[in-house]
Structures are given as structure tokens and as C-alpha cells.
């Protein structure tokens, strides 16, 4: 009857964290991964211990698949930044001054924009574009600017 039960209360948490994961804020995802890690971590704990020991490890099971599931919270929005980053390197590399280049991630709803705006060169030869930026997160848009120069093997680096 444990087993039973503990396998049903494993499966209502593992519903909560995947239901939880389609929230789109970033500290959103960092909370429920948390609060799943820790609840999964504190239920394995407790399979593990026995007697007066068992407290003590669902604790420390409850501890450890905190961190982990902050971490995996965490790493959800990574996706955004491989977004941003490939079209970043795409408009600076291939887009004509004033021409924008938009990236948007389905699944955080989160998208920007970038577009070059002057193309310059070092002494050495080596190619600078400034550019503008706009990304929007959970509805509010945020706007930068800077200057990115090609490095030797082709990616690009901020320079201010």
C-alpha cells in the first residue's frame, strides 16, 4: 500500500513540474523546477532511510533535487539565448545596413530584433558592425546598442 501510494504521489508531482514548465516566466520555471526537485528529491529520500534515519535522508533527498531542479528551471531559458545569438551572428555576418533580422522562442513567447546600423573597420582590416537591438520578455521590450567585430574564426564579439 506504501509503494502505491508513493508511486501516485510521484506521478501528481511529475504532472505539477510538466504543467509548471508552460509558464513563460523565467522565474516561474526557476521556482517550480525548485519546488518539483526538491518535492521528488525529499520522496526518493524517504524511500531510501529507514527508521530514524529516514527523516534525515528525505531532508538531504529534498536538498539535493532542489538544486538540480533549479538548475534544470534555469537551463529552460537558455533557449532563448541560442535564439538571440544565432540571429545575431546571421545579421551582423550577411544583413545589409538598416536591414533587421527577428528571432522569437514558441516556447518562452520571448523574441527580439537586431539590426546593423554602420559598418566599420580596424587598422588591421578586421570588420565592426553597430547595431541596435530590441528584446521583449513577458511583454516588456528592452532596447540596446553596441559594436560587435569579427573575430579570426568568423564568430562575433561585443566590443562595447
Do not use: H
Not at 106 to 134: A, F, K, L, V
Request: aromatic share 4%; glycine share 16%; proline share 3%.
Amino acid at each position: 500500500m506504501k509503494i502505491v501510494r508513493n508511486a501516485a504521489l510521484g506521478i501528481a508531482l511529475l504532472g505539477m513540474v510538466g504543467l509548471g514548465a508552460c509558464n513563460q516566466n523565467a522565474g516561474d520555471k526557476e521556482t517550480i523546477g525548485s519546488l518539483g526537485g526538491a518535492a521528488l528529491g525529499g520522496l526518493a529520500g524517504a524511500q531510501v532511510g529507514s527508521g530514524s534515519g529516514q527523516l534525515a535522508a528525505t531532508a538531504v533527498g529534498a536538498l539535493i533535487g532542489f538544486f538540480i531542479g533549479q538548475e534544470v528551471g534555469k537551463s529552460l531559458d537558455k533557449a532563448d539565448q541560442l535564439y538571440a545569438e544565432r540571429s545575431a551572428g546571421d545579421a551582423l555576418e550577411s544583413n545589409p545596413t538598416g536591414q533587421s533580422s527577428t528571432w522569437s522562442n514558441p516556447d518562452s513567447g520571448n523574441s527580439g530584433t537586431i539590426t546593423p546600423t554602420r559598418t566599420s573597420y580596424t587598422d588591421s582590416g578586421q570588420p565592426c558592425r553597430e547595431y541596435q537591438q530590441t528584446v521583449t520578455i513577458g511583454g516588456e521590450t528592452q532596447q540596446a546598442y553596441g559594436t560587435a567585430c569579427r573575430q579570426p574564426d568568423g564568430s562575433w564579439r561585443i566590443v562595447n
